[in-house]
């Protein structure tokens, strides 16, 4: 089997168990969100940060890298983990700030999305 084909499996397979999951279905939980329109989404490149101008810099590709990234360590952790386990606090603590940080960005970006003509 080829890599790609495994990759597609797999991540077919994150979406359904996602989907179905009650954490990651409510809105206001960071997560999977349903695919929706967003005024200027067939504009190739939007202006999401501060200013008037959109920067030359493609931002929006090395941050999909990064997300990419921290996606795929997430779901290996959320796999390897128990309800049960116990861990060290420093774990505890600094999951819970990379979840406080996505969903600043996140909460950002969505605002900025359906409020500005970017």
Known sequence: MKMSEIRKLIYEEIMTVLQDDAIFSDRASPG???????PGDDNPGR???????KS????????KKHLYYIFTKAQS???MLNDEDDLP??????????AEKISAVYDY??????????
């Open 109 to 118: 970006l969505e605002y900025k999305m359906h409020t500005d003509d970017y």
């Open 77 to 79: 952790l959320y796999d």
């Open 56 to 63: 030359s810099d493609s931002e929006g590709r090395a941050a």
């Open 89 to 98: 606090p420093w774990s505890q603590s600094k999951i819970a700030r990379a």
């Open 47 to 53: 202006n999401l940060s501060y200013g008037h101008v």
């Open 32 to 38: 999977i969100v349903q695919q929706r329109e967003v």
